[in-house]
């Protein structure tokens, strides 16, 4: 099989803010492989700095990933992501990339879209929520407004205007389901009290209210918390789940951090298998990057796929969240086309 990729830029229809900075230019990178007898797959990375990886290191990890597919038999799949780890530790959406492309070639081979040979009901994917990032109060109004279709709001926190930003969320949807996401912005004592504040505004969830390497404070922050608490950032591959359980109640699955579609699955069942919740979030990406998440979300408590609804020029068609709904394309592989 052969490697080659393509960097994309894309634009958000708003400046993206979290509690980390914002940016409305996000690049990523379409990787195509293609087998011997030209039949071909597609996957997208779609690197996170905070993770380590850029538009730049993509094509650095996949130089080093492609003689292991120039020799592999592309059913191989087991065996190309162990060969994947054995070179290179992390490079999580680099590895993902390919993982999804190789598991869009072997649909395609087989003419079945991925939930079907994954043996999951497309059915069975619950709601996606729309992430609502941070802004001036009359900005965020206005997002809230624009969202009008999404039933599930995720908001970010993490500043000191958190109340403030709940509340006029809350004002301005007051039937809607919220989730909360501070991104590692607090302190124990703060999530405690803010999480105290947030039940006043009937939220769901808390994900990620400390630093990922802060375990005992999470676990602390659970053990007084009246609202499950999802780890993110704590939370890379299947192999970190483990030492979670106990300490959060659920776990947020990203293909840019465990590499890939295949290791998702995984990570949804070692953490049910420690009784906790699965939750799967994004990127910025396009929709080759989100459909491959949204044939995963038959196994999700809670999905978080809006990255491609962010993104004013996504070059492809895939998976849509029309009124948060989870429609997964029916096509063999990926079923992603071309815009
Ligand atoms: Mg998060």
Sequence with gaps: MKLTHEQVTLRTKHTFTIARGGSDEFRVVVVTVTDKDGATGVGEASPSRFYGEYADTVPVALAQFAPILEKADA?????IEHAMHQKMRGNGAAKSAVNAALNDLMGKRLGKPLYQLWGLDPKAAPKSSFTIGMAEEAEL?????????????????GTDRDEAVIRAIREEAPGKTLYVDANCAWTPKEALNNIEMLVGYDVEFVEQPLPPEDLEGLRFVRDRSPLPVIADESCLVASDIPRLAGVVDGINIKLAKCGGPREAIKMAAVARAHGMRVMMGCMIE????????????????????????????????????????????SGPGLGVTRA
């Design 75 to 79: 059913w191989s799949l087991e065996a």
């Design 141 to 157: 109004r206005a997002k809230v407004r624009e969202a009008k279709d999404y039933p599930i709001l995720k908001v970010k926190l």
């Design 286 to 329: 396009t929709s080759i990057g989100i459909t491959t998440a949204a044939h995963v979300a038959p196994l999700l408590d809670y999905a978080d796929l809006d990255g491609a609804a962010l993104v004013a020029n996504d070059p492809y068609r895939g998976a849509s969240i029309d009124g948060g709904v989870i429609a997964i394309p």
